[in-house]
T-cell receptor
């Protein structure tokens, strides 16, 4: 069973701080990695995707991938109270089309 | 920005009845998906659909479930003989291609089985 693991949190950070969210995955052949944000009662909203080792930046968000360690992370700079949500890590394994989701990390940004 | 639309937003059905959940994927996308999320649990994959046939399905997607693209825009999930444990949020998603393209999700249908 291919697994994606995340700390459920909550991760609490003050407004303006950097939030660091982490994810590990079990399928070494995985090729595609995604971060979704999910507000309570809402659908997953795509934040970032990354395919290659290293960092990928988009505005306040940076995704980091280390395939050797089977580790993906999401950094949110200058965190805002509106960033408070559950962040879902999702992975597509080699030869598959389905997203395999982690349980999500709940982020709380306090004013 | 193009989006995936789902109807209805909330469906309440008696146990044993059949329900059809509807989705309109993003117009130029070729791959369509259904996921579900039971309250407090992970988002789980049900099925993917490409070129008018199922391309991948999970163990959850048994004979109780079926999918169809009845016309050029709609994509439906039918659940027969609904059970209490089918109560969940059902999300439709679409992507331009498979494997490494982002999947964009609709707002979901909350299905409540009584």
């Amino acid at each position: 069973q291919k697994e994606v693991e995340q700390n459920s949190g909550p991760l609490s950070v003050p407004e303006g701080a950097i939030a660091s969210l982490n994810c590990t995955y079990s399928d070494r052949g995985s090729q595609s990695f995604f971060w979704y944000r999910q507000y309570s009662g809402k659908s997953p909203e795509l934040i970032m995707f990354i395919y290659s080792n290293g960092d990928k930046e988009d505005g306040r968000f940076t995704a980091q991938l280390n395939k050797a360690s089977q580790y993906v992370s999401l950094l949110i700079r200058d965190s805002q109270p509106s960033d408070s949500a559950t962040y879902l890590c999702a992975v597509i394994g080699a030869g598959f089309q389905k997203l395999v989701f982690g349980t999500g990390t709940r982020l709380l940004v306090s004013p | 920005e193009p989006e995936v639309t789902q109807t209805p937003s909330h469906q309440v059905t008696q146990m044993g009845q059949e329900v059809i959940l509807r989705c309109v994927p993003i117009s130029n996308h070729l791959y369509f998906y259904w996921y579900r999320q039971i309250l407090g649990q992970k988002v789980e994959f049900l099925v993917s659909f490409y070129n008018n046939e199922i391309s991948e399905k999970s163990e959850i997607f048994d004979d109780q479930f079926s999918v169809e693209r009845p016309d050029g825009s709609n994509f439906t999930l039918k659940i027969r003989s609904t059970k209490l444990e089918d109560s969940a949020m059902y999300f439709c998603a679409s992507s331009l291609t498979a494997s490494n393209q982002p999947q964009h999700f609709g707002d979901g249908t909350r299905l409540s089985i009584l």
